[in-house]
């Protein structure tokens, strides 16, 4: 795999975790599960709609590592208790216990995720916007330097779980589940 194929893998949530400099807030609605976790754990906070729908880190499931980027995003989002239980088990969390837990902000009942979440991201815009980057960037400068320090070797980890035998083996076992769930 090439170097600009197998870097399209890791940058876009670097990058996202780098520019958003600016206040972000995350409203998730339904399942955020692997790469979709890592992007609502980028932003500075998250709406979680109550009811189904789990938010997961499963990468180690799969037998995946997690590229730098996801997994410095992971551990500035997510308190140091509840790490093993996100990073190390995979373990899909409710929305309760993402919010017990400390990876989801607030709780929405179901029709006022996007309102829940426009508040809490009106309350972020009202500080001062050169004072909260220049907060922002002193938040995030440890797990970005991690991230280019790290990322060439954790990207070819990734590249290589990705196209192992375990790996394939189980994402095939997981969209033949899903193909057979549609069939029914």
């Known amino acids: 795999m090439g170097p600009l194929r197998s870097r399209r893998l890791d940058d876009p949530v670097r990058t996202h975790f780098r520019l958003a400099a600016s206040r972000s807030w995350r409203r998730v609605n339904g399942h955020a599960i692997a790469g979709g976790a890592v992007l609502a754990l980028a932003a500075d906070g998250r709406t979680k709609q109550r009811g189904p729908g789990a938010i997961a880190l499963t990468e180690v499931e799969l037998g995946l590592p997690l590229p730098a980027g996801g997994l410095e995003i992971a551990r500035a989002a997510l308190p140091e208790a509840a790490r093993t239980a996100w990073l190390l088990e995979g373990r899909r969390f409710s929305p309760e216990e993402a919010f017990a837990c400390g990876a989801v902000q607030v709780l929405a009942d179901e029709g006022r995720a996007v309102s829940d979440a426009v508040d809490w991201a009106r309350r972020l815009g009202a500080a001062p916007r050169d004072a ?51 069939r029914s």
């Open 132 to 182: 909260a980057r220049a907060i922002k960037a002193d938040l995030r400068a440890d797990a970005l330097r991690k991230i280019a320090e790290h990322r060439a070797a954790s990207r070819a980890r990734f590249v290589d779980a990705w196209f192992g035998e375990v790996a394939r083996a189980k994402v095939g076992a997981i969209r033949t589940a899903l193909l057979e769930r549609k």
